[in-house]
């Protein structure tokens, strides 16, 4: 079907049938929004009949409304409140067009996840054109407000329009909304842009290959292979190494050091600093500042909690509900009392109620 501009009605309209999973012996609350149980968890779900190619990342609007990047698939959807869901950009090819038009014209290339602002922005990091795209929820118009469209180091403290990047991968918004934190991937870079002056800088790593020295300063610090960033209530800022297999804080003080994960591929819960993660892509925050990891070889989803400094398990692997089988989940959002997941390769999205600490 061709592509309509965003200020239509609607694109594509896709029915999605809801499921709500609940077992005497959950710990979690499940929903499903789009997708639901695989013969192999008792239920009839092909992903090939998913309305959604490999979805990467999720977000919401001030009005409850579910934004979803497609990786693959080059769409990008939304999903309403009464859980209708409209393709909005994006034909399903490969590419970097559209800038300055309508997004129903638009195409992406690897779109990792996404963004959005009170004020009506979708930020989407648009991974393999090496750059940040803005669709307009409101105008409906599709720009590019970071990076050339061409991958390499450069321009910080300038413009991020003119600024270089190598394979960005997550973006996050600070919690003022007034920063889009960025990982650089094959940089091994965390940089940030101000969203009022639209200048760029690095905040952290120096772009060499190692593991941080636990105190040391954040920007003179090496990544493993940074894959996500998000900043927490009080300022710091988490930072997943999916190579690295931990999870890292940048303190508010500038210093780096790392809170889960030993370094080595695994899986254990426990202490942090003794448990495993296995190639962990996505991360997001609660406003109590726990941390959600998408462990993507693991096929787990993991909370880090900052106080106790303990790792647990919420889904997959046999926690929470036992039945249900991730494969290589990638992106969580917390929106109210639920945890959205993306999970991925099976093609479908849901939820988790989140207890209250």
Known sequence: MPAQPLCHPLIVLISV?????????CEEHVEFLIGDRMESEGGHW??????????????FDTSGNMYLVELEGGRVFRMDTKRQLTQISGDGSKGYTGDGGVAGDATYNGMHNCAVTPA???????????CIRRIDLKTGLVSTIAGTGKKGFGGDQGPATDATFDYLMCISLSHDDSLIHITDLSNRR?????????????VAGNGQKGVPTDGAMAVSSPFVDPRAAVADSQGRLYVLERGGHALRVV???????TVAGTGKKGFADGPALSAQLNAPKHICVDPQDNVYIADDENAAIRKYDPVTRTLST??????????????????????????????????????IQLATR
């Open 190 to 202: 965390i940089r940030e842009m101000n969203l009022k002056t639209g200048m760029v800088r690095t």
């Open 17 to 25: 049938f809801v499921s709500t999973l609940t077992c005497a012996h």
């Open 120 to 130: 009506g922005d979708l930020f989407i990091s648009d991974s393999w054109n090496h």
């Open 46 to 59: 092909q992903p090939a009949d998913s309305p959604v190619n490999r979805p990467f990342g999720v977000d």
């Open 251 to 257: 303190e508010t003080d500038g210093t780096i050091r």
């Open 314 to 351: 919420l889904l997959g692997r046999g926690f929470g509900d036992k039945q249900i089988q991730l494969s290589h989940p990638h992106g969580v959002c917390v929106q109210g009392d639920w945890l959205y997941v993306c999970d991925s390769s099976n093609n479908r999205v849901l939820r």
